[in-house]
């Protein structure tokens, strides 16, 4: 099966288990827009906590808020969101599709990489044990000639969005010939701005009505809020202030779908510190939120840091976390050493001083800030599409298995009576009963065992409680794990514990205080 093909399946398997939905679907849906259903809230609700509280919880230094959507404004001519929250489009003209010129030239990069990538795959066959990647990638003419092409149209794509010179933009697609992926032609229109902010009025006559925007970023809430949130929490830097809510952007290319929404949620911190402690800070969140990602256990060399080594002028660090979905690596979360940007910004434009007062030297400073900005629907989707497996079992059989981190599994827990009488109901809604004060768990007494194990299965349910005949007799039930599909035979007073155990978060904030 190609990537493509698991992925169809996998958007497929969200929509018919009650992960995801296209919107407002019984009038044909709305471009770039999900609902996510009875099952997929759960999920991300169990990824905004593992999030929020490795953040807010761990960290005795951060807190959080929950600013709103809408906001004056002069905000966003601060942040500059007004003036260059721009993508640079182009549509062709034989398939009036219409694309991000700058993801245009990034994928023509990337398929240059892969051609990297085969020579080095296919160099390493032909030396064998001997084969030295570093010194091949070094030496190899015809690697080096590649390297060099990207890093020309590279920096050409750089300096030319610096100097908002769309023609050029322009210019090098066509240098690179590169064509529509649909009509497979070059027949392009120029290169035009588009501003991403959706606006809106505020105000209930049109006369007087105000043009406000639906935020792109949940950041800014943070940045107008940090002198209450110092001051009213007597904060000391360095401290961080967390925040998680929607953002709203009009992106022109939606595609992928949850990777690239219009309506999305993003989960972001601002870590405020003192000039020139930045750098240290920056490294340390870079670290940290890698972790976070690893101790999921959906494999380390999925990710991977792409460090930028053209920074937005404001910046002095960054980085993105990517990770490998079916379409490749992809980024899902931006850490970024921000420098005195934002605040200095918001001073200038509020006419307000928004500084921090150090009691030890007795000096006051507008603070630097490391961001870490990820969003949920895309770690939803990094989730998905890692857990998604369809596996031959013995006997011919096959299934679809979701195996999500225990942790953040919809579905807890499945009770399920063997029969549908002799009391075993009663005894398996007893065990619901228990156990739903701390865990999702669903009752289930339709169909085969088998069956009712693979639609469990199919939606990651880490462990199934069986109560048959014998359970009557000795009080014991059986549990199935979801990965190893193995059983075993406990008393029913142990099954808190089991699925403490095999579901407990703290496991995974264990792994990030190592
Ligand atoms: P991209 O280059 O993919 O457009 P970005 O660099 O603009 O992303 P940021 O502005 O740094 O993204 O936003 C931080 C995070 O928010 C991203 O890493 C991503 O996880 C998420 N995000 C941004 N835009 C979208 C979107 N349209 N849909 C879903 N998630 C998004």
């Known amino acids: 099966m190609t990537q493509e093909e698991v992925f169809k399946k996998l958007v497929a398997h969200c929509k018919e288990y009650g992960f995801i939905f296209p919107s407002s679907e019984i009038y044909d849906g709305l471009a770039a827009v999900y609902d996510y259903g009875q099952l997929g809230v759960e999920l991300k609700n169990n990824i905004k906590k593992y999030w929020w509280d490795s953040m807010v919880k761990l960290n005795s230094n951060i807190v959080g808020i929950d600013a709103a959507i809408f906001m004056h404004p002069k905000v966003w001519e601060a942040s500059g969101h007004v003036g260059a929250f721009n993508d640079p489009l182009i549509d062709n003209k034989d398939s009036k599709k219409r694309y991000r010129a700058d993801v245009l030239i990034e994928e023509w990069c990337e ?79 120029d290169v035009r701005q588009f501003n991403l902010m959706f606006d809106t009025k505020i105000g209930s006559v049109a006369e007087g009505a105000n043009t406000i925007y639906l935020r792109p970023e949940t950041a800014q ?122 605040l200095s910004r918001h001073q200038q434009f509020s006419g307000r001083k928004i500084q921090y007062f150090d009691p030890e030297s007795g000096e006051s400073f507008v603070p630097y800030v490391v961001e870490t900005s990820i969003g949920v629907d895309r770690m939803f989707l990094q989730i998905m599409s890692a857990a998604y497996a369809e596996e031959q079992l013995e006997g011919g059989e096959q299934r679809v298995v979701l195996r999500i981190p225990a942790a953040l599994a919809p579905i807890k827990v499945a009770v399920m009576p063997l029969v549908k009488k002799d009391g075993l109901p009663e005894v398996a809604r007893d065990i619901v009963n228990k156990l739903k004060f701390d865990y999702m768990c669903q009752y289930d007494e339709k169909d085969s065992i088998g069956k009712r194990y693979r639609r469990q299965d199919a939606i990651g349910t880490p462990l199934c409680v069986t109560v048959d005949h014998q359970t009557l007799e000795d009080g014991m039930v059986t549990v199935r794990h979801r990965d190893s599909m193995q059983q075993q035979r406990i008393k029913i007073e142990e099954l808190q514990q089991i699925v403490e155990t095999e579901v407990s978060m703290k496991k995974l904030f264990e792994k990030l205080m190592d």
């Not at 390493?124 to 003419?141: L, W």
């Open 111 to 189: 398929k240059q990489n892969e051609k990297i990538n085969k020579e080095v795959a296919k160099a390493a066959k032909r030396f064998g044990e001997s084969f030295d990647e570093t010194m091949f990638r070094q030496t190899n003419p015809r690697v080096i000639d590649i390297q060099n092409k990207i890093s020309a149209v590279q920096q050409r794509m750089v300096t030319a969005l610096e100097e908002n010179n769309l023609a050029e933009v322009k210019q090098i697609i066509l240098d690179c010939e590169i064509v529509c992926p649909i009509s497979g032609s070059r027949n392009w229109t």
């Open 221 to 342: 809430g943070i940045f107008v809020n940090f002198l209450n949130v110092q001051k009213s929490g007597r904060m000391k830097i360095p401290f961080g202030i967390a925040q998680m809510g929607k953002a709203f952007r009009n992106e022109i290319v939606a595609r992928q779908f949850i990777f690239r929404m219009r309506e999305f949620e993003q989960m972001e911190m601002q870590f405020f510190v003192q000039p020139g402690q930045e750098i240290q800070w920056f490294n340390h969140w870079k670290n940290f939120r890698m972790k976070w990602h690893r101790a999921l256990g959906l494999g380390d060399d999925k990710y991977r840091y792409h460090d930028h080594e053209k920074l937005a002028h404001y910046a002095n660090a960054a980085t993105d976390v990517e990770f490998q979905f079916p379409f490749g690596f992809k980024e899902v979360e931006g850490i970024h050493s921000r420098t005195d940007y934002d």
